[in-house]
């Protein structure tokens, strides 16, 4: 099987802290988004990547070599960016029409059974239930579990079952070919070559598509969303990060994820805090937070707040949003 990771986006609701790193890079709960994704991945057995990468794409591109020298990777450009379906086309020569293929979102963590999907018969698209779809990819679906139509973000939605970001097919050809009419006639929705429709191609042409519930779904898009997921993350991997630190006059409440290399004293952190390598902490209390590498916080008090890496921070009891190389004094 063949993975494809679009991670072309610019994250406009992630910034600042996407003005100097591609959103797929921002960390949650110990490392970066894109890494959760590729780690279950290869987990389950799966080597082959194309990563459609568009904006800071070199970054991507070296974090995956630099991370995963192993792997059999692929980077594609997507340039300009016109959607979904035009990101998942242009990796149609990297792909044979026999291929399983398996699409997954580069910003979205997504908790499902590999194994069991990987099983299945027919080509399936993860869904659940959402209160409002009229943000997402929504399905109908018949009384045998098959979906009969789809449609991108409606206006009136006739279902409430939203497409969650992860996309398996049994035969890589069918999908390349509904996705070529799409691109060549440029048949665009709301501006964009959406995959929704190109998938909804295949299932007029008589493609038999079903469903899988997904358990937890991390749509990271946003400053609150990326928090969410870090808390849930931190309390579900616990066991796995619960160890001991030898900080001085320190006290560490968990779940939290400190990298190696971090100068802590003095301070209270946790719970629900991740922090990066090589990050200086003086005097202060840290709650409900992701700190970035390298950055250096003093006479702090911080709940709710994201801190970019090689950020200084001086003297404040705030909820922030602070990205990258930035400096602030409020002593």
């Not at 987990?43 to 070199?58: H, K, M």
């Not at 996705?179 to 006639?185: A, E, M, S, T």
């Not at 997921?229 to 779940?255: G, M, W, Y």
Request: aromatic fraction near 8%; include cysteine.
């Amino acid at each position: 099987m063949k993975i494809i990771i679009p991670v072309a986006g610019i994250g406009s609701k992630l910034r600042p802290h996407t003005h100097t790193q591609p959103k797929a890079l921002v960390p949650v709960a110990g490392k970066p988004i894109l890494s959760h994704i590729v780690d279950y991945l290869i987990a389950g057995g799966f080597n082959e990547f194309i990563f459609i990468i568009g904006y800071l794409g070199d970054k991507v591109e070296d974090y995956v070599k630099s991370k995963y020298p192993k792997l059999k990777a692929s980077f594609i450009i997507q340039e300009p960016r016109e959607g979904t379906g035009h990101a998942v086309w242009l990796a149609r020569e990297h792909v044979e029409a026999n291929d399983d293929l398996l699409i997954v979102l580069g910003d979205t963590i997504i908790d499902y059974d590999l194994a069991e999907l990987v099983k299945m018969p027919h080509s399936a698209l993860g869904l659940q239930k959402v209160d409002d779809p009229r943000q997402f990819g929504v399905a109908d679906v018949d009384s045998e579990g098959f979906i009969t139509r789809l449609e991108e973000k409606p206006t009136i939605p006739k279902s409430n079952l939203a497409l969650v970001g992860i996309y398996r097919f049994r035969e890589a050809g069918k999908l390349m070919e509904a996705l070529d009419h799409i691109v060549r006639n440029n048949i665009r929705h709301q501006g964009e070559f959406h995959l929704t429709y190109g998938i909804q191609r295949m299932i007029t042409q008589g493609e038999k598509v079903t469903t899988f519930q997904v358990g937890s779904w991390f749509d990271c898009g946003s400053k609150a969303n990326l928090l969410e997921t870090n808390e849930v993350l931190l309390k579900k991997h616990s066991e796995a990060i619960h160890r001991k630190f030898n900080f001085h006059n320190t006290i560490i409440i968990h779940p939290v994820s400190i990298a190696e290399h971090c100068d802590i004293s003095d301070s209270i952190i946790g719970p629900n805090v991740s922090i990066g390598e090589h990050t200086i902490i003086r005097h202060s209390v840290i709650k409900d937070s992701i700190i970035g590498a390298y950055a250096h916080l003093e006479t702090a008090i911080l709940h709710q707040s994201i801190v970019g890496s090689d950020a200084f921070l001086k003297g404040l009891s705030q909820s922030l949003n602070i990205g990258d190389s930035t400096e602030i004094d409020f002593s």
